[in-house]
């Protein structure tokens, strides 16, 4: 397939070829340096078993996956999954990846919509540097029986869960508030210091809602106990881990806020100075096989970018998903769009202050 890109910056894609995953021809260890759940033991075996590469995975964050490789100029790795704003930024700065081959990526697999935006909010200098992989939402997980007033972020500052909330003190944090109190942060990328107002916004909301604040949570294993034992009745987190803890227990469940949840896209790019390209390949044109996509969102719990890669997942994880988002609170979305140079050391600096506040 091929990739072009208008004097506009618009993207169009244009399927030439299908590409096939090779068999057993130029066998290469993949070093993936991906998210928990993204690679399944039952997967890695299935694509060693029919390539012939050998796969070694390194789970990781953005912030790790980021800085891992800018230590390294790019290298120690051969396909990584950074979410889509990480990318541009990243390259613009660090120069930590190389562009993505379009001619190699069977394109029929994935779903139009996603490929096409995915490939705009990752080019760079005319490159292509990223392709959607997996996707979900970040925004509330309630105990519906004992905090049903919560339901946007800014609820959670409220009197009647005082002492039972919990949230990251990370950038989702910020932006959510943002929505949630009228502000548009997304609108603001490109302007430095509109940016800075409204974090100046958020942070002294963000400082005044300390006293609710049970604990800032860290881990998903973490904040998924504190709400299995009641300590937290309502916290920002990831719709998987409110599905997780539904299936436990009925009352507990994600809700998307009212002023949208935040939607991210975890992607696959090739590091500046990997040297095994060819699996790497192989792998994005496996894993994306609707059996493949189904196999990884059973497990992640988190659905692909892959055509008809939900017709083989769980129906129970099918049925949590509806019950959180209705067409309206999909249409309400605020996807995450391409993190500019230096907001994060903005947003960095603002979260120290609200950590450190009395």
Aim: hydrophobic share 40%; net charge negative.
């Amino acid at each position: 397939m091929t990739v072009k890109l208008s004097k506009f910056g618009r993207v169009a894609i244009a399927t030439t070829a299908m590409v096939a995953v090779p068999m057993m021809a130029g066998a290469e260890t993949l070093r993936l340096l991906t998210w928990g759940g993204y690679a399944p033991e039952e997967v890695i075996a299935k694509f060693e078993e029919e390539t012939g590469h050998t796969v070694e995975v390194t789970t990781s964050n953005n912030e790790e996956m980021i800085a891992k490789l800018r230590a390294t100029n790019g290298g120690g790795f051969d396909l990584a999954q950074p979410s889509q704003d990480r990318i541009t930024s990243a390259q613009e700065e660090f120069g930590i990846y190389k562009p993505i081959d379009m001619s190699r990526i069977n394109a029929d697999l994935f779903i139009p919509s996603m490929l096409s935006a995915t490939a705009a909010n990752t080019t760079f200098d005319g490159e292509v540097y990223g392709l959607p992989h997996v996707w979900g939402t970040s925004g509330l997980v309630v105990n519906t029986a004992m905090a049903q007033s919560v339901q946007d972020y800014t609820d959670l500052c409220d009197d009647a869960v005082a002492g039972k909330v919990s949230y990251r003190l990370k950038r989702p944090t910020l932006i959510g508030f943002a929505y949630s109190m009228g502000l548009d942060p997304f609108a603001a990328y490109g302007d430095s210091a509109a940016y800075q107002g409204i974090l100046d916004q958020v942070e002294a909301k963000l400082t005044e809602c300390k006293a609710n604040v049970k604990t800032y949570w860290d881990g998903g294993d973490e904040i998924k106990n504190l709400l299995r034992s009641g300590e937290v009745v309502a916290s920002m987190a990831w719709d998987t881990g409110g599905w997780q803890l539904n299936a436990d227990n009925p009352d507990i469940t994600f809700v998307a806020p009212k002023s949208g949840a935040l939607g991210w896209i975890d992607t696959f790019v090739l590091p500046a100075r990997g040297r095994a390209d060819d699996a790497a390949y192989d792998w994005i044109n496996f894993v994306m096989q609707p059996e493949i996509a189904a196999m990884i969102t059973n497990t992640a719990g988190n659905f692909t970018a892959a055509v008809n890669g939900d017709a083989d997942v769980n129906a129970d994880l099918k049925a949590r998903y509806q019950g959180s988002f209705d067409q309206q609170a999909i249409d309400n979305i605020k996807w995450y769009p391409p993190v500019p140079a230096g907001l994060e050391a903005m947003e960095g600096a603002s979260l120290d202050r609200i950590n450190a506040a009395n």
